[in-house]
């Protein structure tokens, strides 16, 4: 199983999730708001702008993007993170 980066900033997850639609809806405090219509219907996300996210946050996060992508999370963590 391919470990999480336990080293990635909210803005830096933000970019890549762009591979999966996602874009930047809004920047409010320190969260940013992601929006994806991928899927057909809209999936919304919030992460927090911190250097580095805690890794219980990550995890959280990646679970609920795999859901809607309906793949494993072990598989988003391959395409999210391979180099």
């Known amino acids: 199983m391919p470990k999480i980066p336990r080293n990635i ?29 991928l899927k057909g219907y809209e999936h919304k996300i919030t992460l927090p702008d911190h250097d580095p ?12 993007i795999a859901l809607y992508l309906k793949m494993t999370k072990e598989k988003l963590i391959e395409e999210l993170f391979q180099k």
């Open 53 to 64: 996210i805690k890794i219980g946050t990550l995890s959280n996060i990646l679970n609920d």
């Open 9 to 37: 900033s909210g803005k830096e997850l933000a970019k890549l999730l762009g591979k999966f639609g996602y874009e930047v809806k809004r920047e409010k405090g320190s969260h940013i708001r992601l929006v994806s219509n």
